[in-house]
C-alpha cells in the first residue's frame, strides 16, 4: 500500500494529462474544419456586407450633400422673399441717397448670411436688372448688360437644382418682372465650394483607388473624389454595375437624389477575397490565442487571486478617488480573501461623497437663494413712479409714448417675475436692461442721459445669470440721480469692451465721488457685506464668481465722467473683428 500511492498519484497525473491533450486535440481540429467551413461560406456572405455598407455610406454622403444644399436653398428662397429685396426693385431709383445706402447695406448683411450659411458655399451674390447693381457680401458694383445677357441665354433655360455654369457650380433662385411674364428681373446666384465637395466624396472613398463622381440629369460630371475621375467619367455616358477604365475593373454602386436631381456613383475595386483571408488569419489568431490561454491557466488563476485583487483596489479604486470620482465603489468581492479591506474602502468612500455632497448642495441651495431674494427685491417706488409717469402722460395726452411706456413695463415686469430660469443669453439680459433704462429716460427726461452701446454679436448667445446688468442702472439712478438737481448734464454710460481675457460690461454714471468712498465700497463688496447700497452688488459679484469661476466678478473704480465705474468681467475667448 506504502508504494502504491507514488503510482496512484502518476495514474491520475497522466489521466490528467491525455485529458489535456484530447481537449487540445479535439479544439484544434473542430477549429480547422470550421476555419476551412468557414473560409467558402463567408466570401459570399462578407461580399454581401461589404457591398450594402458601402450602399449605406454612399446614401449617407448623398443625404449629407443633399441637406447642406437644401439649408442654402431655403435661406436663399427666405432673403428672396425678404421685403428689403421688393424695396430695391421698386423704389431704389425714388429713394434718397441714404436711403439707397441702408437697402445696400442690408443686402450685403442678407448675402454675408446666405455665405455662412453652409461650409458648402463659396460666394453669394444677387443682381437686380432693374437698377443695374450687383450686391455681394461685401461689395456692390454696377450690372454689366453682357453678364445679364449671358444669363438668359445660358442660365435661366435650365430649371436644374444644381447647375454647372462657366465652370462653377451654382444655385440660383429668381424673381419675374411681374407674375406670369417668365422674363426674371431679379436673380440670387450662390457659388458652391466644388473643393469643400470633392474633399467630402473623397473622405467617403474607402481606398485611394475609388472613384465618387456627382452627376447631373443630363449625365454630366458636376463633383468628382479624384482629378482623374473627370477625365475617365466623361467618356462613360451610362454606368454599369461593372465597368473597366483603364484596364481596371470597377464594380459600381450609386444613390439618386430627387431633390438635387442627381446621381452620386461610386467606383471601387472589389477586394473581398483579401477581406476573406484576413478573416482567416483572424481566426487563426484566435485559435492561437485559446491554446495560449488553456497553457497558461495556472498562472491566471493566482492573477486572479492575488495580483487583480490588489489592482482593484491600489490601483483602479484609489485611482477612481484621487480623480475625484467619490461614487466609485468596488463591487465585485463577494469570493475574494480582501473582500474586509473592499468593505471598509467602500465605507470610508461613501461617507466622504455624502460630506461632499452635503457641502455642495448647501452652496447650491445658498446661490439660488440669493437669485430668488435678488428677484423679490422689486422696488415699490419705481412701480408706484412708472405708474404716476403713465398717468401723467395719458393726462396730457401724450398718447404715442404712453403706449411705448407701457410696452416697456410689460417687457419689464415680465422678465424679472419669470421663475423658471436662473440663467438667460447675455443678449436678454443687455436688452432688460436696455428696457429699465428706457422706463427710467421718461422719468427722468433732459436731467439724465443715457448713452448705451452696442453688445459685440460674437457674445450675443452667451449664458449668464439672470439681473447682472439692470440692477446696476438701478443704483445709479436710486443713490445718484434721484440726489442730484433737476438740472441737465448727468450721464449714465453703458458700453461694452472685449480683450483677450474676455468681455467687459462697463457701467458709469456721472458725478463727483471721492476715492475713499469708492474703496470703501469695492471693499465691501468683496466681503460680502450686505448693507445699504451694496447689497445688489455684492449678490451679482457672489453670483457671478459661482457661475464663472474666481476670475470673474464685479470692479469697481471711479469714472471719467467723475462717479462710479462698475465693471463686470465674463471670461472666455472670442474672435475680434478688426474695424
Keep these: 500500500m506504502i508504494k502504491a500511492k507514488p503510482n496512484d498519484s502518476n495514474l491520475v497525473f497522466r489521466m490528467i494529462y491525455k485529458r489535456f491533450l484530447l481537449i487540445i486535440a479535439a479544439i484544434l481540429t473542430i477549429s480547422i474544419v470550421l476555419g476551412v467551413m468557414l473560409f467558402f461560406r463567408s466570401q459570399g456572405y462578407y461580399s454581401d456586407v461589404i457591398y450594402n455598407k458601402q450602399v449605406e455610406r454612399l446614401g449617407f454622403v448623398n443625404r449629407s450633400i443633399e441637406n447642406e444644399i437644401e439649408i442654402v436653398k431655403r435661406v436663399q428662397y427666405n432673403v428672396m422673399m425678404d421685403d428689403s429685396i421688393e424695396s430695391i426693385r421698386y423704389f431704389y431709383e425714388s429713394s434718397t441717397f441714404f436711403e439707397r445706402y441702408e437697402m445696400m447695406e442690408a443686402m450685403m448683411g442678407q448675402m454675408e448670411a446666405l455665405k455662412n450659411s453652409s461650409r458648402l458655399v463659396a460666394d453669394a451674390k444677387i443682381y437686380f436688372k432693374s437698377v443695374n447693381k450687383v450686391v455681394g457680401s461685401g461689395e456692390i458694383n454696377d450690372l454689366d448688360p453682357a453678364v445679364w445677357n449671358d444669363f438668359e441665354r445660358d442660365l435661366f433655360t435650365d430649371s436644374s437644382p444644381v447647375q454647372k455654369y462657366h465652370d462653377r457650380l451654382i444655385i440660383w433662385e429668381a424673381l419675374t418682372e411681374s407674375p406670369g411674364s417668365g422674363l426674371p428681373d431679379c436673380v440670387i446666384i ?13 473622405y467617403a472613398q474607402l481606398t485611394d483607388q475609388d472613384i465618387i463622381a456627382l452627376v447631373d440629369r443630363h449625365h454630366n460630371i458636376i463633383v468628382s473624389s479624384t482629378v482623374d475621375g473627370y477625365s475617365l467619367l466623361n467618356d462613360t455616358p451610362v454606368l ?8 481596371q475593373k470597377y464594380d459600381v454602386i450609386q444613390s439618386e437624389s430627387s431633390f438635387l436631381e442627381t446621381r452620386l456613383f461610386w467606383l471601387y475595386v472589389d477586394n473581398t477575397n483579401q477581406v476573406v483571408v484576413g478573416i482567416s488569419l483572424t481566426i487563426l489568431l484566435i485559435f492561437i490565442v485559446i491554446i495560449g490561454l488553456i497553457i497558461l491557466s495556472g498562472f491566471l488563476d493566482s492573477y486572479r487571486r492575488v495580483y487583480n485583487p490588489l489592482k482593484i483596489l491600489l ?10 470620482n467619490f461614487k466609485y465603489r468596488i463591487t465585485k468581492y463577494e469570493k475574494s480573501h480582501l473582500a474586509p479591506l473592499y468593505s471598509s474602502f467602500n465605507e470610508m468612500v461613501s461617507r466622504i461623497d455624502n460630506l461632499i455632497e452635503k457641502d455642495l448642495k448647501q ?11 435678488l428677484q423679490a427685491q422689486i422696488n415699490p417706488h419705481f412701480m408706484y413712479n412708472s405708474y404716476y409717469l403713465l398717468y401723467r402722460m395719458i393726462k396730457m395726452r401724450d398718447y404715442e409714448n404712453s403706449v411705448l411706456l407701457c410696452e416697456h413695463l410689460g417687457k419689464f415686469y415680465e422678465y424679472i417675475t419669470r421663475d423658471g430660469e436662473d440663467e438667460k443669453m447675455l443678449r436678454e439680459e443687455v436688452e432688460h436692461a436696455r428696457v429699465y433704462a428706457a422706463i427710467q429716460s421718461y422719468r427722468f427726461g433732459h436731467r439724465v442721459r443715457v448713452e448705451f452701446g452696442d453688445l459685440p454679436e460674437s457674445w450675443a448667445y452667451e449664458p449668464i445669470p439672470r439681473l447682472i446688468i439692470q440692477p446696476l442702472l438701478e443704483n445709479a439712478f436710486h443713490y445718484v440721480f434721484e440726489k442730484v438737481s ?4 448727468n450721464i449714465l454710460r453703458i458700453s461694452f469692451h472685449q480683450d483677450d481675457k474676455g468681455l467687459i460690461i462697463c457701467v458709469e454714471n456721472s458725478g463727483n465721488e471721492d476715492e475713499h468712498t469708492i474703496r470703501e465700497i469695492s471693499n465691501l463688496i468683496l466681503r460680502g457685506n450686505r448693507d445699504g447700497q451694496v447689497t445688489a452688488l455684492s449678490n451679482i459679484h457672489k453670483r457671478l464668481q459661482i457661475f464663472f469661476g474666481p476670475e470673474s466678478g464685479l470692479a469697481i473704480d471711479k469714472s471719467d465722467l467723475g462717479g462710479f465705474r462698475v465693471e463686470i468681467h465674463i471670461p472666455g475667448q472670442r474672435t475680434v473683428q478688426a474695424e
Design 190 to 202: 450662390v457659388d458652391l465650394n466644388k473643393r469643400a465637395i470633392e474633399e467630402q466624396l473623397k
Design 240 to 247: 454599369q454595375k461593372q465597368i473597366k477604365l483603364n484596364g
Design 486 to 489: 433737476s438740472s441737465g448734464g
Design 363 to 373: 452652496q447650491l441651495l445658498i446661490s439660488h437663494a440669493q437669485l430668488k431674494h
Design 315 to 324: 490601483e483602479d479604486a484609489f485611482q477612481q478617488v484621487r480623480a475625484g
